[in-house]
């Protein structure tokens, strides 16, 4: 009760009048939903008149190569693997749905009402108060992805392979009732459903209309759009949430037979789409919630709602021109093979998947997906090869990564070098940019003013990551605060300072001060530390010959401040004090030196950091430490000459 509490606390403390009274609202929506026991047959749905034609996507399915699906296992999610007692071969068993792998026990289902379930009260591990693990493990198989890959099969004409798509759906129905239990608790997954059960429909219609399936994914659909339009998220929480509602209104109301209703959910799925598009990806590219792999879940919700709404000939109206914008700055953020840094929060959502296979270059498959959408030549260094490329159509060829560019996206903050100094090639990335987006700033992470490098094709300064959400507690805090990142701290503290897993009890303010792409350097400031300290602390990166400075200062500082630099390491990479500088070395190989004022000092510790969700590994962290005031310090990253030089 008293995490509960906190996290309300923390939430209010975010909220506008009007959104504290759309949340009053919202409970006498919630109360009444509480009250109803209603099984899928009190579900009304209009039977007459055929689903939409989805002929174009099913041929999209048909065109998807059956080497995509190598590794598709439904028992496999977010580095987990689910017992195979809860699956019949291809198909599901009922108690796969609550099935929680890490405490290893079963999540509410139909016996209790959805928004009674306390889905934050989790644990990374089993604990002696019996809590759940992560709510997202429970989720991830009831977004029905297995589907997806059935559906490709389906539409290839494999026997069965519709059949086993409804078995899923099937067996997912008779376990939950229209608003009980955890999964109906979620509008992301709600819509996600929707995803699934929409290209099932699509590889197959004409087995899709037939009378024992076509009222079960009538009422399906119905009360997935149902929920989606009576919960919105709004205000606050309008983030990719609000993106996911927008997809499945519309799907729903594009795939359902053409009544009134379906009309209604297709409009507002279209404004939701049309309008988030121009808020969530601002005009230079960047993702406004400060996170490259949400920005290209986003993009992949709205691509997708275009896909289909084009097919149909009614597409929507600026979203194209977004993810162009978008796809170039994901582009730019590519090392040279494909990777982007783990900045801000990643859960490894997807939209359109394989089940089962992983997808470490998500950002770079996105990339490449828009090209294919857009009807354009490819902005992405590579070509993973997923699911979703495929069915976007995406071309052969891809781009040559510039081996010297400068690139400056003001709006969102981030300026993105490639360059060459001594014997090295490096990609350096800085980010001057917001927390995140809205009040809340759910998915940044207090990262202002920190920079991430990659050097001759790997990642030297990596970040942290994102490991778990609401069970990952005092360590997911640790992960989002300025210590866990490559800037610098004052006194120990966090430049933004978590409140709950997803808000913050302040919010630093950044600025862009300086930009020179000829011989390039770049400067930022934030105010995060003006409220205890009354200082903005400035940081200017510029190249020079051997490589990079980086200058740092206080600005308004009377006296000088203890503070800390921290730079997290690569796995692979080594780091060893030698006089006033840490050499840097990847398999007994210099590859750099970070040379340190006299007022500094140095030591390598063990730091930690998300390699993938649900997952924490051991890296080394340099940290740098002594006073700075208004005059500033400066360190040199210099590169390492080669043995051939």
């Known amino acids: 009760m008293l995490e509960r509490l906190r996290w309300y606390g923390a939430r209010l403390s975010t909220m506008s009048v009007p959104e504290i009274g759309h949340r009053v609202v919202e409970l006498g929506r919630k109360s009444r939903f509480r009250a109803e026991k209603r099984g899928w047959e009190a579900i009304s749905a209009d039977f007459s008149g055929a689903f939409a034609d989805l002929s174009d996507l099913r041929a999209r399915l048909r065109r998807v190569p059956l080497s995509c699906g190598a590794g598709f296992d ?54 002696e108060q019996r809590r759940y693990g992560d709510v997202k493990f429970v989720w991830e198989p009831a977004r029905l992805q297995a589907l997806h890959w059935l559906a490709v099969r389906a539409a290839h004409g494999e026997a069965g392979a519709f059949e086993d798509g409804m078995a899923w759906v099937r067996s997912w129905m008779a376990a939950n009732p229209p608003w009980r239990g955890v999964h109906w608790t979620s509008g992301i997954e709600i819509a996600l459903r929707i995803v699934s059960v929409t290209l099932l429909i699509a590889s197959d219609g004409a087995a899709a209309a037939r009378p024992e399936y076509r009222s079960e994914l009538l009422r399906f659909l119905t ?42 959910y297709t409009r507002e799925g279209r404004h939701i789409l049309e309008t988030e598009a121009e808020l969530q990806i601002l005009p230079d590219g960047v993702g406004a919630e400060q996170s490259p792999t949400y920005q290209g879940f986003t993009m992949e919700m709205l691509a997708l709602g275009q896909l289909v709404a084009r097919a149909l000939s ?59 959408l ?9 070509a993973p090869g997923y699911l979703r490329e495929a069915l976007f159509g995406a071309p052969d060829a891809v781009a040559r990564a510039s081996r010297r560019s400068f690139k400056d996206f003001a709006a969102g903050g981030y300026a993105v070098v490639r360059d060459e100094a001594v014997d090295h090639r490096y990609h350096l990335i800085f980010d001057r940019g917001p927390l995140g987006y809205l009040s809340l700033a759910a998915h940044g992470h207090a990262d202002a003013l920190a920079l991430w490098l990659n050097v001759d094709g790997q990642p030297l300064f990596i970040d942290a990551g994102t490991w778990l ?48 792409p000829q011989a390039w350097a770049v400067e930022g400031a934030h105010d995060g530390y003006l409220s205890a300290f009354g200082v903005r602390h400035a940081r200017r990166i510029a190249r020079n010959d051997a490589g990079f400075v980086i200058q740092d200062r206080l600005i308004g500082a009377r006296t000088p401040l203890a503070a800390t630099w921290n730079f997290l390491l690569a796995e692979d990479v080594a780091a ?15 590859l750099a030196s970070i040379r340190l004022p006299a007022s500094l000092t140095a030591r390598v510790e063990q730091g930690t950091y998300a390699p993938q969700f649900g997952v924490l590994r051991e890296t080394q962290r340099i940290v740098l430490a002594g006073d700075i005031g208004e005059e500033g310090c400066m360190i040199a990253v210099s590169f390492a000459a080669t043995e051939n030089s």
């Open 374 to 382: 857009l009807g354009e030549a490819s902005s992405s260094c590579v």
């Open 74 to 127: 439904p028992a496999q999610a977010l580095g987990r693997r689910w017992p195979s007692a809860h699956f019949d071969g291809a198909r599901p068993r009922e108690n796969l749905w609550f099935f929680d792998p890490i405490s290893e026990r079963s999540w509410p289902g139909a016996e209790q009402a959805a928004f009674d379930i306390d889905v934050r009260s989790t644990s990374a591990v089993p604990d």
């Open 223 to 264: 009360a997935h759009a149902i929920w989606l339009a009576r919960f919105p998220s709004l205000y606050s929480s309008a983030n990719n949430h609000r993106v996911a509602e927008g997809l499945g209104l519309l799907l729903a109301g594009l795939v359902l037979p053409g009544s009134q209703q379906a009309r209604a």
């Open 576 to 590: 060893k004090i030698v006089d006033a500088a840490v050499v840097l070395s990847r398999e007994g190989r210099p």
């Open 469 to 516: 959400y609401h069970s990952g507690r005092e360590t997911r805090h640790e992960l989002r605060r300025s210590l866990a990142h490559n800037t610098l701290s004052i006194q120990g503290r966090s430049q933004s300072e978590p409140s709950s897993a997803f808000s913050w009890k302040n919010i630093a303010k950044t600025e862009v001060l300086f930009t020179s």
């Open 314 to 372: 009614r597409p929507l109206a600026g979203v194209d021109e977004r993810l162009r914008r978008g796809a170039a700055f994901l582009a730019a953020l590519q090392d040279d093979v494909g990777q982007v840094p783990a900045i801000g929060d990643d859960d490894e959502g997807r939209v359109v998947t394989c089940s089962g296979v992983p997808e470490p270059l998500y950002v770079a498959s996105i990339v490449h997906a828009m090209a294919g």
